[in-house]
T-cell receptor, first 111, second 112 residues
Framework: AQRVTQPEKLLSVFKGAPVELKCNYSYSGSPELFWYVQYSRQRLQLLLRHISRESIKGFTADLNKGETSFHLKKPFAQEEDSAMYYCALIHGSSNTGKLIFGQGTTLQVKP | DTAVSQTPKYLVTQMGNDKSIKCEQNLGHDTMYWYKQDSKKFLKIMFSYNNKELIINETVPNRFSPKSPDKAHLNLHINSLELGDSAVYFC???????????FGPGTRLTVL
């Protein structure tokens, strides 16, 4: 069965510290994976997706098929990174499939 | 502004009532979705429409009925509201050939 697991409900770090938000998935076939972010009182928005292989706001994520992981990393956390982060995969065709979300991880960056 | 919009933003109602949430997108997208975010912030797909046709219907009580009058609108009607329906409901849309989904601001439904 397709599933996304984010083991940490809350991750608290100090400003300037490295951040790694963990995401593991279970999917038969080639997954398409995403990280979405929800800042306080804002809508959910795409942060990055594995097919783009890009870095957004200093965040990167690499798909590791051997470990079935898609961890989100940033070398130096900023206070404005505090938000709820969701890892997700698309199930079904890319353009009409449903997003399956992990449970979400709240990142708290302390000054 | 090009975006996905939802009305109302907040909805407080009594158990047993019937209510609707509206969603509109002016992005020219072909597919629209409804997601439910529960009190533990867990997000789950409810429905999806592509060009006004229902393509995803998860295990949702039949008190929930989506309606898509045209491909820019996807409304959600809920009959006989229950306490467990309290949640934030997010609408989203995507363009054919694109996997990225754009989300609305959410509607916080509170059933008393």
């Amino acid at each position: 069965a397709q599933r996304v697991t984010q083991p940490e409900k809350l991750l608290s770090v100090f400003k300037g510290a490295p951040v790694e938000l963990k995401c593991n998935y279970s999917y038969s076939g080639s997954p398409e994976l995403f990280w979405y972010v929800q800042y306080s009182r804002q809508r959910l928005q795409l942060l990055l997706r594995h097919i783009s292989r890009e870095s957004i706001k200093g965040f990167t994520a690499d798909l590791n098929k051997g470990e079935t992981s898609f961890h989100l990393k940033k070398p130096f956390a900023q206070e404005e990174d505090s938000a709820m982060y969701y890892c997700a995969l698309i199930h079904g065709s890319s353009n009409t499939g449903k997003l399956i979300f992990g449970q979400g991880t709240t990142l708290q960056v302390k000054p | 502004d090009t975006a996905v919009s939802q009305t109302p933003k907040y909805l407080v109602t009594q158990m047993g009532n019937d209510k609707s949430i509206k969603c509109e997108q002016n992005l020219g997208h072909d597919t629209m979705y409804w997601y439910k975010q529960d009190s533990k912030k867990f997000l789950k797909i409810m429905f999806s429409y592509n060009n006004k046709e229902l393509i995803i219907n998860e295990t949702v009580p039949n008190r929930f009925s989506p309606k898509s009058p045209d491909k820019a609108h996807l409304n959600l009607h809920i009959n006989s509201l229950e306490l467990g329906d309290s949640a934030v409901y997010f609408c989203a849309s995507s363009h054919n050939g694109e996997s990225r989904q754009f989300f609305g601001p959410g509607t916080r439904l509170t059933v008393l």
